[in-house]
């Protein structure tokens, strides 16, 4: 099982950046895909969720309206496009697939937003 994210980097306040996870190794279009995030010396925490079709979507407070959760079942990938980016959105982000007992992690992409 392999989820790898991609995307991070360094951008300004106010800018976008959009990261991917390309899942292996399971039947990706059965798991409710999450993506967390991991500040420094702060706890992880849930920024986004997608269901397995894609049929529905959940945010976090502090992200609604900015960040979009999306999933192509064909391509095993989840996205999260990320606007209006904000110097509290610097973290570690990490791409999370769940369906029952099984739960995979990602290895994270940083994000980082400064002038």
């Known amino acids: 099982v392999q989820l790898v994210e991609s995307g991070g980097g360094l951008v300004q306040p106010g800018g976008s950046l959009r990261l991917s996870c390309a899942a292996s190794g399971f039947t990706f279009r059965s798991y409710y895909m999450s993506w967390y995030r991991q500040a420094p010396g702060k706890e992880r925490e849930l920024v986004t969720g997608?269901?397995?079709?894609?049929?529905?979507?959940n945010y976090a407070d502090s992200v609604k309206g900015r960040f979009t959760i999306s999933r192509d079942n064909a391509k095993n990938t989840v996205y999260l496009q990320m606007n209006s980016l904000k110097p509290e959105d610097t973290a570690v982000y990490y791409c999370?697939?769940?369906?029952?007992?099984?739960?995979?992690w990602g290895q994270g992409t940083q994000v980082t937003v400064s002038s």
């Open positions: 997608i269901t397995s079709a894609g049929g529905s979507t």
């Open positions: 999370n697939a769940a369906r029952g007992s099984y739960i995979y």
